[in-house]
């Protein structure tokens, strides 16, 4: 089974080395390698001699964050099959192997992962009973919260284009994303065998550099509702989750955000048991592009008080005006 892995990077140095070593030591090794450098200030030279030197390829892009690199990193490869690998993390020898067996025996599986062996500045991590990985036909789950997790994944190449790739446009929760477009329509092989050691805790993690993450999850949700591909009891749980979010969210930008908590209650009304099956795809499209320049706002706002936070000053902004801004390190 032919599978090409993708590991984004932006800066990391310290720990891209290790992934990459950790890639190289499977048992069956992978048919090509590819790292994204998403525009590092790091010196990643040590890193790109050791993947050359074993046949794979480095890329090097402007700063776009991780979807971008990702999705850049698959489309330079050829395998039917790819592997996703955060800088971060590292993957046991047997990983790749197991997981192929499982797509051998199980060949109407177009995408699976494993469990993990999780950390957070060195100290092991036990699991809460609601972070179980999601498996088979999981799409109420993953809608909840995010269950699939991208260093575990070995997902069909075919099945990856054909639903999009990652959203460019998140700077975060973009596996999220992703992994409800798939769902909806697709089971998730499971293997109960921790084969990832997932490390966390770091400052500039990209689950550390945003707060309000579920306006980000809403706009998933809405762009999922638009997509027309869901049943409609997937319709219903989808509809339901919008207006929980979005009532955390109104509560939690009352005191700040008059504009925004002003919106997240009209969504929230929009999503009531006894109004959204009146919406129009007009309708969620308008609500959709709301959000997107709330987002959008609130992106270059984070940008401008980064910049200042750095500097003392506003004569840095100009690098930032794009609203992309700094998106993490991953």
């Known amino acids: 089974m032919q599978i090409a892995v993708v590991i984004p990077v932006f800066n990391r140095a310290e720990f891209l080395e290790r992934a990459i070593r950790s890639v190289l030591a499977q048992t069956s090794p992978p048919s090509e390698i590819v790292i994204v450098d998403d525009g590092s200030t790091d010196d990643l030279s040590a890193s790109r001699s050791l993947v050359e030197s074993r046949g794979g390829l480095f890329l090097r892009q402007e700063h776009q964050g991780v ?36 797509h051998r025996d199980n060949p109407n599986i177009s995408v ?42 070995v997902v069909e190449r075919r099945l990856f284009d054909e639903i999009g790739g990652f959203d460019e446009f998140l700077p975060v929760c973009e596996d999220y994303d992703l992994w409800l477009r798939i ?94 099956g009146t919406l129009t795809s007009v309708d969620i499209r308008g609500l959709l592009e709301m959000l997107k320049e709330i987002i959008e706002g609130q992106e270059r706002s984070n940008a401008l008080h980064k910049t200042v936070a750095l500097t003392g000053s506003f004569f840095s902004h100009e690098s930032s005006s794009s609203g992309r801004g700094n998106r993490g390190v991953y």
């Open 112 to 153: 699976s992962q494993c469990e993990e062996r999780w950390f957070r500045r060195g100290l092991r991590v036990n699991k809460r009973r609601y972070h179980q990985m999601a498996a088979g036909s999981c799409f109420s789950r993953c809608v909840e919260r995010c269950l699939i997790s991208p260093s575990s994944v």
């Open 67 to 102: 979807s971008a690199a990702r999705n850049l990193g698959v489309r330079r490869t050829i395998a039917p099959w790819v592997a996703f690998l955060d800088s971060d993390d590292l993957w046991l020898p047997e990983k790749l192997e197991k997981q192929s067996a499982l």
């Open 183 to 276: 769902t909806s329509a697709h089971a998730i092989g499971y293997l109960d065998e921790e084969l990832v050691v997932k490390n966390g805790g770091h400052a500039d993690q990209l689950s550390s550099s945003r707060s309000g993450f579920d306006r980000f999850r809403i706009y998933s949700l809405l762009k999922l509702l638009l997509s027309e591909e869901l049943n409609e009891n997937e319709q219903a749980i989808t509809g339901e989750a919008i207006r929980i979010k979005a009532a955390i969210l109104r509560k939690g930008a009352k005191k700040h955000d008059g504009t925004s908590a002003s919106f997240y209650g009209e969504l929230e009304r929009a999503f009531l048991p006894s109004t959204r």
